[in-house]
């Protein structure tokens, strides 16, 4: 039997790359505007419109420096005058996710070394870390080629995707930026490749063999952004991503959640959850790894899960990451292929001193 694992990704995923989340958008925006005032002007409405909900704190408590509070009570307001939310926004927060989502840095020679296996996404360290996860999300063989050219050793380099697994995965995540997208990308761009290596952004994720991924807040390279406000479930665009997050969720044996820290104003995705597990057949587990400073996360996890075999974790992402990543290091003999296969082992090994 195949299983099948969901990954569900919160802001908490991304942020050590340096992507904001919902508490320091505003602060990290303001930095990027006034690094160059002229190219980012747009965002000096935005500012001005957040100025002017100060008032609101004479009467009511109002955390104006947490983005989803400050466009909730901007929405609610054009909604109640039939109106939505300007384009000036929209764009304010496809900027701030673009601009800090972070490039892929390449080796810094032509040439890989022999311990190549550290650098199969460039660098060591996050990069590494999440390359890995990624790959491993995918499932991907390397190796390294090498043959004589007239007494010149060429080296090439090849990705392949592991042709039979006994896990699937699949993604949802609440993120708009494109971090999963960029590692498919840099291992198409930079291996010889049978096949593009990619997720499935699909409607219809009935073949998991290519990981389906569900954005249900949109994604930059879609165009598609749906403000992080009380009225997320108003937009008609993002229905059909919704049904495909309902169908992973139907299908999955588990439940994985990373990043996430189920806030209040999020009853949507309980709903989502709650009305998914209605219809699914076999889940097996639910695991949350998330980092909870005063043990309120937790709380709220263990308010909602009413499941024996959930599991919580306090522990930051990249804890959570880098095990998988340390388990590819050091030199390799040349024609020794590199198969990225092993999430399950990782994982349940990780897992094991949280029940």
Request: proline share 4%; charged share 25%; aromatic share 14%.
């Amino acid at each position: 039997m195949i299983e099948k694992v969901a990954y569900i990704l919160g802001a908490g995923f991304s942020s050590p790359l340096g992507l904001p989340v919902m508490s320091n958008f505003l602060i990290k925006s303001k930095d990027l505007y006034f690094s160059d005032t002229e190219k980012y002007k747009h965002f000096r409405s935005v500012f001005d419109a957040i100025n002017e909900l100060s008032v609101s704190k004479n009467y009511y408590s109002a955390d104006l420096f947490n983005i989803e509070e400050i466009l909730s009570i901007i929405e609610m307001g054009t909604f109640l005058e039939g109106k939505r939310l300007k384009k000036v926004f929209i764009q304010y927060i496809s900027d701030v996710i673009d601009f800090y989502t972070p490039k892929m840095q390449p080796y810094h020679s032509k040439e890989l070394p022999g311990n190549w296996v550290d650098f199969i996404f460039g660098q060591r360290g996050l990069q590494k870390d999440f390359g890995c996860f990624t790959a491993n999300l995918i499932g991907t063989e390397y190796k390294e080629k090498r043959k004589n050219d007239y007494g010149r050793i060429v080296r090439t380099f090849h990705v392949n995707k592991i042709a039979s697994r006994t896990t699937q995965y699949a993604v949802i995540t609440l993120n708009y930026d494109l971090v999963l997208e960029n590692y498919c990308k840099y291992i198409n761009d930079n291996y010889q490749t049978e096949g593009e290596i990619k997720f499935n952004p699909q409607e219809d994720p009935a073949d998991w063999a290519i990981p389906p991924l569900a954005k249900l807040h949109g994604s930059l390279d879609t165009g598609l952004i749906v403000p992080p406000t009380w009225a997320k479930g108003n937009n008609s665009k993002i229905t059909p991503i919704w049904k495909h997050a309902y169908q992973i969720l139907k299908e999955a044996n588990h439940l994985r959640f990373i990043g996430y820290s189920l806030p209040i104003a999020d009853s949507y995705i309980k709903f989502l959850l709650k009305s998914a597990v209605v219809k699914t057949e076999h889940l097996k587990s639910i695991d949350v790894i998330c980092l909870d400073k005063d043990s309120s996360v937790k709380k709220r996890f263990d308010d909602f899960f009413e499941f024996d075999y959930y599991r919580f974790a306090n522990v930051s992402v990249t804890d959570y990451l880098s095990p998988l990543s340390e388990r590819y290091s050091g030199v390799r003999q040349i024609d020794e292929s590199v198969c990225m296969n092993d999430l399950e082992i990782v994982h349940n090994k990780f897992m094991l001193e949280y029940e």
